[in-house]
């Protein structure tokens, strides 16, 4: 969420136009994904339609399982999959999976209004530490065990000076239709227990705002590393550019 942190993991600070998003994010490097230059995989994740469209990826039910056999799907007696996860996906996650966080990592772009793609399915050096995660339909839509990806978040290893190394929650987007049908207060018990202590990086949206003041003990995390509190709505707008958080070395 935050720009500049973003920017220096990902190494991409590319001028935002809207309806171009072919500039957005382009890196320069020749890293090869499974076979395919770098250059070139990630224009082909664009997502289908025009700007305003939102169509979203289909993953299969057997990547889906398959992804929990490389990272914690339970931890202390939380399932990631009882909390309505439906894969992780990873550095070493298959393409497609990468894709799909991409793709949605798109629309998170073009609705929050951001400067840059704030995920790749390949990205410069590969953030072996972070951790996104995919909200799916519950049901395959075909016998072939296609299922649509309605959300993702991401995750990622940062390092603060007061707090020293955390993870903190990156980026979250659910689909329209789904918002408010609590995706993200399911899986956030599995979050807290996944990343303890994590950090949600700013800027906030209004909603998420709400969310964390109204439905998580997240104030009292940042009490406790002396940072003051969220209060429901901080500017007029809701949309705080103010960080609330430790600074991040
Ligand atoms: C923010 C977002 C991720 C929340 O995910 P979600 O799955 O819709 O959230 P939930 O359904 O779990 O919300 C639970 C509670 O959070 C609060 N909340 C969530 N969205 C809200 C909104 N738009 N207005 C007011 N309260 C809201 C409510 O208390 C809600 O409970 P209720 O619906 O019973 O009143 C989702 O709205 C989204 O993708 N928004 C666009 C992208 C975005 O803003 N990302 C965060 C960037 S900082």
Redesign the pocket.
């Given at each position: 969420?935050s720009p500049i942190i973003a920017e220096r993991n990902i190494g991409q600070n590319v001028p935002h136009h809207r309806r171009s998003d072919a500039q957005v994010g382009v890196p320069s490097g020749g890293i090869m994904a499974d076979g395919m230059p770098r250059v070139a995989a990630i224009p082909a994740n664009f997502p289908p339609g025009g700007y305003y469209c939102i169509q979203p990826p289909i993953i299969t039910v057997q990547l889906a399982e398959n992804a929990w056999l490389q990272d914690n799907e339970c931890i202390d007696g939380i399932s990631a999959q009882e909390h309505g996860l439906s894969a992780v996906v990873q550095a070493s996650s298959s393409l497609r999976l990468r894709r799909a966080v991409q793709q949605i990592a798109h629309y998170?772009h073009r609705?929050?209004q951001y400067d840059f793609l704030q995920y790749c399915a390949v990205e410069d050096g590969r953030d072996v530490d972070h951790r996104a995660y995919l909200w799916t339909d519950d049901y395959p839509y075909d016998d072939k065990g296609s299922l649509e990806v309605l959300?993702a978040c991401c995750f990622r290893l940062r390092d603060y000076k007061e707090v020293g190394e955390r993870y903190a929650l990156q980026?979250?987007?659910?689909h329209p239709y789904k918002?408010?049908?609590?995706?993200?207060?399911k899986a956030w018990p599995y979050f807290e227990k996944r990343f303890p202590g994590f950090v949600v990086e700013t800027p906030?949206?209004p909603?998420?705002r709400?969310?964390l003041v109204?439905?998580t003990s997240y104030n009292d995390l940042l009490i406790s590393v002396g940072a003051p509190p969220l209060l429901d709505s901080d500017t007029p707008s809701g949309r705080s550019n103010s960080s609330p958080l430790p600074n991040p070395k």
């Open positions: 969420m998170f609705e929050l959300g980026w979250v987007w659910i918002r408010r049908g609590g995706f993200l207060k906030l949206s909603a998420m709400k969310f109204y439905n």
